[in-house]
């Protein structure tokens, strides 16, 4: 087994995925040849969390500690620098897999038991390829006995062309939301203030110099109800994501803290069920109740580049 787990390999309409067990992980996503998000090699070990699932919760809880359930509970603080612990508890668990034809992938674990958050919860991931380009749907079922916190995202890296140092400053981003965190020195949040200034991308316009590593909600679905955040070219050309209303969020980063070639060379742009630090603030947390189900889903797709790519 290489170091990201086990492989699978999915066509269908132009597109191809390559999606690794460990992390239920989008390794690589191209339509027709071209890279829709930051790829890495089959051995490689994931890097910057590229492409992984999230859950029980994304992003950050502060110290690890949270009260749910008037209990209090202490998780493993795995950022330690800043004192966080950080996109939950499967970017490195190994999920069967099962792969029932060349378009679909179901992969599945569970999260067991374990101090700070004891809960059994099974979770499912399905990967499907289309004319829509990727969709990824996730399940997740209480097995225990009391109610679970419970929330889930996922952090593909989109490129609207070669993911070389600085590539995103010449990138264009479009983001319909109408609110955006506040974050400490920490990166927790501490606030919410309407979009503005160097904020707001509900206009398509270039990332240029700005630091981006901020959650956004307030957004704006188009008239079929889906919303739709992208990263494009000068001519149009790139990648989008399209969320539905499981998923309030998105967290858009733009890699600043990697280095060398990885410097600014893609853009996170990560479908949330709930925001930053939700443990601890209970905001839009799911309470899944004994024996209950969520599903929270979203796709990846091409845009631009006429038939070089999947058309608008």
Aim: charged share 20%; net charge negative; aromatic share 6%.
């Amino acid at each position: 087994m290489s170091v990201p787990g086990r492989a699978f390999h999915l066509v269908d309409a132009g597109y191809e995925a390559h999606v690794m067990s460990v992390g239920a992980t989008l390794r690589r996503l191209t339509s027709r040849g071209r890279d829709l998000v930051l790829p890495f090699e089959a051995a490689q070990v994931r890097p910057a969390m590229s492409g992984t699932l999230l859950a029980p919760w994304p992003n950050r809880v502060g110290d690890g500690r949270y009260v749910f359930g008037g209990a209090t509970h202490q998780l493993d603080v795995n950022e330690v620098d800043l004192g966080n612990a950080t996109h939950g508890l499967v970017a490195w668990s190994d999920f069967d897999g099962h792969q029932d034809g060349p378009d679909h992938v179901r992969l599945t674990t569970t999260i067991e038991p374990r101090p700070g958050y004891p809960w059994c919860v099974d979770l499912s991931v399905d990967l499907t390829l289309g004319e829509s380009g990727l969709r990824q749907e996730v399940t997740a079922v209480n097995r225990s006995g009391s109610p679970a916190p419970f929330g889930v995202g996922g952090h593909p890296y989109l490129l609207a062309g070669l993911p070389e140092e600085r590539a995103v400053d010449a990138w264009f981003l479009e983001v319909p939301a109408e609110r955006v965190l506040t974050t400490d020195e920490r990166r927790l949040p501490v606030g919410e203030v309407a979009v503005a200034g160097a904020l707001d991308f509900r206009a398509r316009r270039p990332v240029g110099d700005v630091v981006l590593d901020r959650s956004f909600t307030g957004l704006r679905a188009g008239p079929d109800g889906f919303v739709r955040v992208r990263v494009t070219d000068a001519g149009g050309r790139g990648a989008e994501l399209v969320l539905d209303h499981r998923c309030p969020w998105v967290h858009v980063y733009s890699a600043d803290l990697s280095t060398g070639a990885a410097h600014r060379a893609a853009l996170a742009v990560e479908p949330l069920t709930c925001p930053p630090d939700a443990f601890r603030s209970g905001r839009d947390l799911i309470g899944l109740a004994p024996g209950a189900s969520t599903t929270a889903g979203w796709t990846i797709r091409a845009v631009g580049g006429g038939g070089d790519a999947a058309s608008d």
